[in-house]
Antibody
Framework: EVQLVESGGGLGQPGRSLRLSCAAS????????MHWVRQAPGKGLEWVSG????????GYADSVKGRFTISRDNGKDSLYLQMNSLKSEDTALYYC????????????WGQGILVTVSS | QSALTQPRSVSGSPGQSVTISCTGT?????????VSWYQQHPGKAPKFMIY???KRPSGVPDRFSGSKSGNAASLTISGLQAEDEAVYYC??????????FGGGTKLTVL
């Protein structure tokens, strides 16, 4: 059974940093692209960042480009999101999601981790 | 990177069919056959419903179907059931390993 478990959220101050982690199990992590998607309270889904299986291709939403960095450690079956220069508008539930094999879609999602940016 | 356009809400009675539209541009929806759809119930993580415009993952009822024409994609739900009441999001590949979501559509089963 595929499991994605996010951690590292919590309260962050504006301008400071937080690092999210996503522990994967139940599938060959090193064969799949992985993504971060966030959802501000009461709002819709917003794609944040994605990374291919070998970190060869990486993409970011304009809203986080230059501030957030996605990375992965295939030896540890883990995905990361380094969030720098935090803004209040980064407050959201952050989901880790796995890309479907041989197509474009996110077939498994974690339960999400809440990040609150406030002084 | 502007969000794909979806209607805020749609509704239908049990047994009826509803269609949710998702409009983008030639840089996303129109440029790739890579539209996916997600169902989200309150307080839950999104559920994967459709990918690559019209492919259904195992376990998703065949009442759910997807299509695309030009810069617009659609999700059709036939034989509406009470449990289909949820928010539905479309998503498209937009080049350079980026994705873009729609704003979400609240489906009400009357």
């Amino acid at each position: 059974e595929v499991q994605l478990v996010e951690s590292g959220g919590g309260l962050g101050q504006p301008g400071r940093s937080l690092r999210l982690s996503c522990a994967a199990s139940g599938f060959n992590f090193d064969e799949y692209g992985m993504h971060w998607v966030r959802q501000a309270p009461g709002k819709g889904l917003e794609w944040v960042s994605g990374i291919t299986w070998n970190s060869g291709s990486i993409g970011y939403a304009d809203s986080v480009k230059g501030r957030f960095t996605i990375s992965r450690d295939n030896g540890k079956d883990s995905l990361y999101l380094q969030m720098n220069s935090l803004k209040s508008e980064d407050t959201a539930l952050y989901y880790c999601a796995k890309r479907v094999a041989n197509g474009w879609g996110l077939d498994h999602w974690g339960q999400g981790i809440l990040v609150t940016v406030s002084s | 990177q502007s969000a794909l356009t979806q209607p805020r809400s749609v509704s239908g009675s049990p047994g009826q069919s509803v269609t949710i539209s998702c409009t983008g541009t030639s840089s996303d929806v129109g440029g790739y056959n890579s539209v996916s759809w997600y169902q989200q119930h309150p307080g839950k993580a999104p559920k994967f419903m459709i990918y690559d415009v019209n492919k259904r993952p195992s376990g998703v009822p065949d009442r759910f179907s997807g299509s695309k024409s030009g810069n617009a994609a659609s999700l059709t739900i036939s034989g509406l059931q009470a449990e289909d009441e949820a928010v539905y999001y479309c998503c498209s590949f937009a080049g350079s390993y980026t994705l873009i979501f729609g704003g979400g559509t609240k489906l009400t089963v009357l």
